[in-house]
């Protein structure tokens, strides 16, 4: 057994100084994962601690489960778990239909400058920050002064009420959020497209194959591990809300609250309110093990269906 335990480990050290350069190119990423992720970890323990700024993270009292009565005892931690999954299921939904088919729209069409300035286009609005996107939302929908209720009023319309009515919300949420996102995800689609081997193509328009027949049996088969894996990247967050999109849009809008309140809003208020870090890294943790929940059972599911698909 010493003898077999000491060919592995040679053997390793073998591959290891075989493989010496892969090693060091992967250096900087371990390194990385390590500082910015796993180090920071141990800030989990305030979870569990009153946490006083004189005693630091291990000086604190312990306190057990009291930091998570907060958000369960409050009354709202259905109501504000229910908005963000929903919230970022249409997200997810809308963002990659939209993604998916306009990366097929501009792998489609033919001109190399139209296509260029529409991709630009799309991009643009990634790098424009939600401050930004909420004043443009507060110059659109205001009751007085809005461009959305002058335009209603050339018509003889009447106004909208936009915020004091919380129906409107969800669209407008869904519709920011995708005029932002859609054009950085989409980038990622139409580099798979790319990647398809043109003979597939030319093959399926020698058969008589459309357009339509080319995307349905050729384009989305193609890139449908693609498809799968940044969704279940993406469901690995379901439980973490985008705070930049619902506060810059909505605020502390009281009216907006039961239809618009989600778990980062909901603690940032508590935060500003009670300064009880212990409880916003309580509401933290409880979102990052519905997320890892989350992730494990969709993965579970991909499994399933397709081994190879699957992230793990």
């Given at each position: 057994?010493?003898?077999?335990?000491?060919?592995?480990?040679?053997?390793?050290?073998k591959d290891?100084?075989?493989?010496?350069?892969?090693?060091?190119?992967?250096?900087?990423?371990?390194?990385?994962?390590?500082?910015?992720?796993?180090?920071?970890?141990?800030?989990?323990?305030?979870?569990?601690?009153?946490?006083?700024?004189?005693d630091g993270i291990l000086g604190s009292p312990w306190v057990g489960l009291d930091n998570f009565k907060f958000l369960f005892?409050?009354?709202?931690?259905?109501?504000?778990?229910?908005?963000?999954?929903?919230?970022?299921?249409?997200?997810?939904?809308?963002?990659?239909?939209?993604?998916?088919?306009?990366?097929?729209?501009?792998?489609?069409?033919?001109?190399?400058?139209?296509?260029?300035?529409?991709?630009?286009?799309?991009?643009?609005?990634y790098f424009i920050s939600w401050v930004i996107v909420g004043s443009i939302a507060y110059n659109l929908f205001t009751y007085e002064y809005g461009a959305l209720n002058a335009m209603l009023g050339w018509f003889g319309m009447k106004p909208l009420d936009v915020y004091n009515n919380p129906s409107y919300w969800p669209f407008i949420l869904v519709f920011f959020n995708a005029w932002k996102t859609v054009g950085y995800g989409m980038v990622i689609y139409l580099a798979s497209i790319i990647s398809i081997d043109g003979e597939i193509n030319q093959a399926a328009e020698i058969d008589g194959a459309n357009i339509f027949q080319r995307i349905r049996y050729v384009t989305l088969p193609s890139i449908l591990p693609t498809i799968i894996i940044l969704v279940?990247?993406?469901?690995?967050?379901?439980?973490?809300?985008?705070?930049g999109l619902f506060y810059q849009l909505i605020g502390?809008?009281?009216?907006?609250?039961?239809?618009?309140?989600?778990?980062?809003?909901?603690?940032?208020?508590?935060?500003?309110?009670?300064?009880?870090?212990?409880?916003?890294?309580?509401?933290?943790?409880?979102?990052?093990?519905?997320?890892?929940?989350?992730?494990i059972f969709m993965n579970d599911i991909v499994k399933r269906v397709e081994k190879d698909y699957a992230l793990f």
């Open positions: 057994m010493k003898q077999t335990a000491a060919v592995k480990k040679n053997g390793f050290m290891l100084i075989k493989t010496r350069t892969m090693w060091f190119m992967l250096l900087p990423t371990l390194l990385h994962v390590i500082v910015f992720a796993y180090i920071p970890m141990v800030g989990v323990v305030m979870a569990f601690k009153q946490y006083r700024y004189t005892l409050s009354g709202q931690a259905f109501l504000i778990t229910k908005n963000t999954l929903i919230y970022n299921l249409l997200f997810l939904v809308v963002g990659t239909f939209m993604q998916i088919t306009l990366a097929i729209f501009l792998s489609e069409i033919a001109g190399k400058y139209f296509k260029k300035v529409t991709q630009s286009l799309m991009f643009l609005p279940l990247l993406a469901v690995g967050g379901i439980f973490r809300g985008d705070f502390d809008n009281g009216l907006l609250r039961d239809s618009t309140d989600i778990i980062d809003t909901f603690v940032f208020r508590s935060l500003t309110q009670t300064s009880e870090i212990g409880m916003a890294a309580a509401a933290g943790f409880y979102q990052s093990i519905m997320c890892f929940i989350m992730i």
